[in-house]
């Protein structure tokens, strides 16, 4: 009689608990350094695209504040400027009235570049933050009354707002008035003017960001 093949068998033996857990341990660590990575790379992101957003309408704010200071206009023979703290809330921030050639023109009948009265002031938020405001009205003259109940936002999150003044000696002074009975106010812009911008950190508001910028004014005295 022929022989019957032997068979063989195999145990299969499966994965305990113990080696489980261990292997739910390691992929939980894996996962966890994963996501703090990744966490850390998109808290960075935020924080440039936050730095990018501050220096950007920073940038463009004193820009806007070089073109119009440079553009300084004559009413007859005089200069009209004047600077003072102005309160907005319970704080205060520099402010600034001029008469300028810088009308940016927003209407199909306006023409650029038309004498206009421009005032920049701060005014409080309805969240309790701080927004410069630029208001610019084309005049034919200069008007004693500078509107500060209209105009354009073109910085936001402001913690202050300061300004210095130089006369052609180099002298410095804290406001400018060409209304002042004495020279070397009366009448005559200043030779040079420091504006200092500081704007809100939201990650360390003990560090807020400081612009400062000095503009020469191209004028004939």
């Given at each position: 009689?022929?022989?019957r093949?032997?068979m063989l068998?195999?145990?299969?033996?499966?994965?305990t608990?113990?080696?489980?857990?261990i292997?739910?341990?390691?992929?939980?660590?894996v996962?966890?350094?994963?996501f703090a990575?990744?966490?850390?790379?998109?808290?960075v992101?935020?924080?440039?695209e936050?730095e990018s957003r501050i220096?950007?309408?920073?940038?463009i704010?004193?820009?806007r504040?070089?073109r119009?200071l440079?553009?300084?206009?004559r009413?007859?023979?005089?200069?009209v400027?004047r600077?003072?703290?102005?309160?907005?809330g319970?704080?205060e921030f520099?402010?600034?009235?001029?008469?300028?050639a810088?009308?940016?023109v927003?209407e199909?009948d306006?023409?650029?570049?038309?004498?206009?009265?421009i005032?920049?002031?701060?005014k409080?938020?309805?969240?309790?933050?701080?927004s410069?405001?630029?208001?610019?009205?084309?005049?034919?003259?200069p008007?004693?009354?500078n509107?500060?109940?209209?105009?354009?936002i073109i910085?936001?999150?402001l913690?202050a707002?300061?300004?210095r003044?130089?006369?052609e000696s180099?002298?410095?002074?804290?406001?400018?008035?060409?209304?002042?009975?004495?020279?070397?106010?009366?009448?005559k812009p200043?030779?040079?003017i420091q504006?200092?911008l500081?704007l809100?950190?939201?990650?360390?508001?003990?560090k807020p960001?400081k612009?400062i910028t000095?503009?020469?004014?191209?004028?004939?005295?």
């Amino acid at each position: 009689m022929a022989s019957r093949p032997s068979m063989l068998y195999h145990h299969s033996r499966g994965f305990t608990l113990l080696e489980i857990l261990i292997a739910i341990f390691i992929l939980s660590i894996v996962l966890t350094t994963v996501f703090a990575s990744y966490s850390g790379t998109l808290r960075v992101i935020k924080e440039i695209e936050e730095e990018s957003r501050i220096y950007k309408m920073a940038r463009i704010t004193l820009d806007r504040m070089n073109r119009d200071l440079s553009s300084l206009q004559r009413s007859g023979n005089k200069f009209v400027l004047r600077s003072e703290r102005s309160s907005a809330g319970s704080r205060e921030f520099g402010f600034l009235a001029f008469w300028s050639a810088s009308h940016l023109v927003f209407e199909k009948d306006e023409l650029p570049g038309s004498p206009a009265s421009i005032v920049y002031f701060v005014k409080q938020d309805k969240e309790g933050g701080f927004s410069l405001w630029r208001s610019d009205i084309a005049q034919a003259r200069p008007s004693s009354e500078n509107r500060t109940d209209s105009g354009v936002i073109i910085c936001q999150d402001l913690q202050a707002m300061n300004f210095r003044f130089f006369d052609e000696s180099g002298r410095e002074h804290d406001n400018w008035d060409t209304r002042a009975l004495s020279p070397p106010q009366k009448d005559k812009p200043p030779a040079m003017i420091q504006i200092e911008l500081m704007l809100a950190n939201g990650r360390d508001a003990e560090k807020p960001y400081k612009f400062i910028t000095k503009i020469y004014l191209p004028v004939r005295k």
